[in-house]
């Protein structure tokens, strides 16, 4: 019985000691989290204290760092002189980054919009030690300080984009601008095709609703996949009232570009000086005595003496605004050729086949036949030209004469357009 009483004492024992070291680590762990609240608090108290506030935003007022960059973008107005000014340099130096930047070929014009680029160390002396100006959006130059020489090496940088071919295409529904801006083409891209069919078409007349168009073009993208240029169109199509106009980019020699329809000839295509055959001019433009009324005007056209009958052609592509009687000008034909030039043939005899108000017509198609209809004292063709709505002497005429491949140059602009026509069959088959 004794025995039992020692065991089970030795049992609270241990028990008793097991709850007084927990009650010592409670009370221990309970002063040092007092401690360290009060601490906190003397801390935050110190931190909250506006003399010290004060004092550390002097510090680190006068703190500036070493190394900086400033970036410039040029506006209207600025010069290179007026850029550099502006930088917080002393005067020896400012003319020492000018000398060098009016040394470089290439930046002889400064352009609205240019980046400039300036780094900076902040305990030199003379404190740039690197600048950049952008030539371009795919190029730039970097100029950069010699090692303990008060002088800049130039190095010319391509930008390394990806270039990507896009195809867009649409049915006009209001305008062709308002078309293309709502497909996402860039507005330089519109400015191009406009320009390239500015010989044929003439944009505010010609375009009709539903009237559609396609376009194959240059895009250059970054490493952040954003689009910072465009390049050059590849292929255009435009359809006006079911006729396609179709353009191909081919290089005919080297580093010579142009534009050719499907049949090899140059978009660039001028007005005939003589749209007729086999006739001598009989009456050039200027003052003279009119045949007819006997008195002295002025002669707004060149006249062409030939046989009735003989085959009168369009001077250029275009598109007919008239095939009637024109008066004093008897049976006549007006074709518009775009926004800038129209031509007028009068006196014919007859029209040519399928002549009427609202065809388009080719360089060189028959529009009609020599004849001595209206106020004429013979056969002939009376022809004008009318650029801006001001008639013009078409003998003195100067415009681009169109280029018609031939020989090897139209076989291997053959060869060409079959490679661009699969370029866009493959463009348009990872759209659908």
């Not at 003397?42 to 006068?62: G, P, V």
């Not at 007006?334 to 360089?363: D, E, L």
Request: charged share 25%; aromatic share 12%.
């Amino acid at each position: 019985m004794k025995l039992f009483n020692i065991s089970t004492f030795k049992n609270y024992t241990i028990f008793f000691w097991l709850v007084f070291i927990s009650i010592i680590a409670i009370f221990f762990s309970s002063v040092y989290n007092s401690s360290k609240s009060e601490k906190s608090k003397l801390l935050k108290s110190s931190l909250d204290n506006i003399y010290f506030k004060k004092t550390l935003k002097e510090i680190t007022n006068n703190l500036n760092p070493r190394f900086s960059t400033l970036v410039y973008i040029s506006k209207a107005g600025d010069t290179y002189q007026s850029i550099i000014n502006g930088l917080k340099l002393n005067k020896s130096e400012k003319n020492i980054i000018l000398n060098h930047v009016l040394k470089e070929k290439s930046l002889k014009i400064l352009r609205i919009n240019q980046k400039f680029t300036f780094k900076f160390d902040n305990l030199l002396n003379q404190k740039v030690t690197e600048f950049k100006i952008e030539t371009g959006k795919k190029n730039e130059i970097i100029f950069v300080k010699a090692v303990d020489q008060n002088i800049f090496r130039s190095k010319k940088i391509k930008k390394n984009f990806k270039k990507k071919l896009v195809y867009k295409e649409t049915v006009i529904t209001n305008s062709l601008y308002n078309s293309a801006i709502d497909l996402g083409i860039n507005p330089n891209i519109i400015l191009e095709f406009a320009r390239l069919y500015g010989f044929q078409v003439d944009f505010q007349r010609d375009i009709w609703k539903n009237d559609s168009f396609q376009i194959i073009y240059e895009e250059f993208i970054n490493e952040n996949k954003v689009i910072v240029d465009t390049g050059e169109i590849i292929f255009a199509s435009l359809n006006l009232q079911n006729t396609d106009l179709q353009l191909y980019k081919y290089e005919y020699e080297k580093n010579k570009i142009d534009y050719f329809d499907e049949n090899g000839k140059s978009i660039k295509k001028t007005l005939m000086k003589t749209p007729i055959n086999g006739a001598r001019l009989s009456s050039s433009f200027g003052k003279r005595k009119h045949p007819i009324l006997g008195y002295t005007k002025m002669h707004l056209g060149t006249d062409f003496a030939a046989p009735t009958g003989t085959p009168i052609m369009a001077s250029g592509d275009g598109k007919v605004t008239k095939a009637g009687w024109c008066g004093g000008g008897g049976n006549c034909v007006k074709i518009k050729h775009n926004s800038k030039y129209q031509t007028v043939y009068a006196h014919m005899s007859k029209f040519g086949r399928g002549i009427k108000k609202g065809v388009r017509v080719k360089q060189g198609q028959i529009i009609g036949y020599v004849g001595s209809t209206g106020l004429s004292t013979g056969p002939h063709l009376h022809y004008e030209v009318i650029e801006n709505g001001r008639k013009i002497n078409s003998q003195k005429l100067k415009l681009p004469s169109g280029k018609t491949l031939k020989g090897e140059q139209r076989k291997q602009f053959e060869v060409s357009k079959i490679k661009i026509d699969v370029l866009k069959s493959n463009l348009i088959s990872k759209i659908n």
